[in-house]
């Protein structure tokens, strides 16, 4: 079965302080995962994804994300925040058995203070 | 290339109506994906299509179905509107080969709202 949990519902960052937004993943298959960025009001956008290249991925607007197999881990982070960075962000699992279903995250809602 | 589109982007209906939203995948895009977005359960899927057929079903009840046209294009129909059924609906679409690396594009929704 596959499952992803994201493990901060909340997460709030001074402007100019680093992100990180934690994310686990259970998967019976080689997955893929991916991180989502989702403004108000808005559909979700790619911020980047991991596909067994390589295990650190860089992403838009400074995002990026580490896969840890042993830890099942794939966390995202940013060097410094901005304002603009406040938003919902997904963690997104997925695995292809028939077609490539996506198996979400509950979110993690970002702060950024001023 | 244009993004996914989706229409209309507010809908309003009553207990007991049905629904049709409708989505324009990216040009090339074989399969579309369709998702309930809810702040209680969050982001479900719902259904994905491809080559007109239906590839991949969530759990929801048979009053939600869909259907994808020989251009790609989608929609889902559902019946018998319940309280329940408010939700932004989200359509995301991908080339389709059924690879784990498949990225899924998002349109930017649909919100249904039912009183």
């Known amino acids: 079965a596959q499952s992803v949990t994201q493990l901060d519902s909340h997460v709030s960052v001074s402007e100019g302080t680093p992100v990180l937004l934690r994310c686990n993943y259970s998967?019976?298959?080689?997955?893929?995962l991916f991180w989502y960025v989702q403004h108000p009001n808005k559909g979700l956008q790619l911020l980047l994804k991991y596909t067994s290249a390589a295990t650190l991925v860089k992403g838009i607007n400074g995002f990026e994300a580490e896969f840890k197999k042993s830890e099942t881990s794939f966390h995202l982070t940013k060097p410094s925040a901005h304002m603009s960075d406040a938003a919902e962000y997904f963690c997104?699992?997925?695995?292809?058995?028939?077609?490539?279903?996506?198996?979400f995250g509950t979110g993690t809602s970002l702060t950024v203070i001023p | 290339k244009a993004g996914v589109t989706q229409t209309p982007r507010y809908l309003i209906k009553t207990r007991g109506q049905q629904v049709t939203l409708s989505c324009s995948p990216i040009s090339g895009h074989r399969s579309v994906s369709w998702y309930q977005q809810t702040p209680g359960q969050g982001l479900q899927f719902l259904f994905e299509y491809f080559s007109e057929t239906q590839r991949n079903k969530g759990n929801f009840p048979g009053r939600f179905s869909g259907r994808q046209f020989s251009n790609s294009r989608s929609e889902m129909n559902v019946s018998t509107l319940e309280l329940g059924d408010s939700a932004l609906y989200l359509c995301a679409s991908s080339l389709g080969r059924g690879a784990a690396t498949d990225t899924q594009y998002f349109g930017p929704g649909t919100r249904l709202t039912v009183l």
């Open positions: 997104v699992v997925s695995v292809s058995n028939t077609g490539n279903q996506f198996y």
């Open positions: 998967s019976s298959y080689s997955p893929s």
